[in-house]
């Protein structure tokens, strides 16, 4: 693979960085990362993907945009409200660069469908709001020993962490207390500011992008919080626990 005139322009403040170079642009142009959710989280983490020159894009998202969405969900317009996420998201990132393939799959991701998907790509992303789905994530990451980057927010936190499977935690072991909160619908909607989940999507796409270009220290084994009103991060370390039920050893 080889890297056009166009796409050396494109990308010639990144080729520049000695830890990239044209070898780690076309490392990045033969990746495929899987995106899962294209709300507020998967704006940011879609819109530095797609901008970083990752050669296919696979977007999961089975809800329409809305006007609500959009004090947050910046990948979304008012014109196409009423739109699937995913084709509102494919429309704006081919935009931004026409060079990547972008997969819309306007689904929910569920048990029947969730092995076949993931598997044909090379690092997970979510960007969800629901504890069951994440599960749904984790377990098929760690039975195929896929790279996940795992990302939450709500009001003014945020967190996120790298999961890859042999090397440290999972997000069972992370989390092993159930969400109690109740499923989101209209009545139970989750209070968001709305630059919360672009730090967190950015640091996201950050990560991944680590991964792909083997560069740089991941966060395996560690949990990193955001606080946007003190403006702080801070981190815990996190052990894989040997008895978990999604990936321990006895």
Do not use: W
């Amino acid at each position: 693979m080889m890297i056009t005139a166009q796409g050396k322009e494109r990308y010639s403040r990144q080729i520049m960085i000695k830890e990239i170079g044209e070898d780690g642009q076309i490392r990045l142009a033969g990746s495929k990362v899987l995106v899962v959710g294209a709300g507020g989280l998967g704006s940011a983490v879609l819109y530095y993907l797609a901008a970083a020159g990752i050669g296919t894009i696979g977007i999961i998202d089975d809800q329409d945009v809305e006007l609500s969405n959009l004090q947050r969900q910046i990948l979304h317009t008012t014109s196409r409200i009423g739109m699937p996420k995913v084709e509102s998201a494919r429309i704006a990132l081919q935009a931004l660069n026409p060079e990547i393939t972008v997969v819309p799959y306007h689904l929910r991701l569920e048990k029947p469908n969730a092995k076949k998907l993931i598997e044909q790509y090379d690092i997970i992303v979510t960007a969800l709001d629901n504890e069951e789905t994440r599960h749904l994530v984790n377990e098929n990451c760690v039975d195929m020993r896929k790279p996940l980057v795992e990302g939450g927010v709500q009001g003014f936190l945020g967190r996120l962490s790298t999961i890859i499977p042999g090397e440290g935690p999972c997000y069972v072991c992370m989390s092993p207390i159930p969400d109690v909160r109740p499923k989101k619908n209209s009545e139970t909607l989750f209070p968001m500011f709305s630059t919360t989940p672009g730090v967190i999507g950015v640091l996201q796409a950050n990560e991944a992008l680590k991964l792909l270009l083997k560069i740089g220290t991941p966060l395996v084994g560690r949990i990193l919080f955001y606080d946007g009103l003190a403006s702080c991060f801070e981190e815990l370390n996190v052990q894989q626990v040997q008895e978990c039920p999604c990936c321990g050893r006895s």
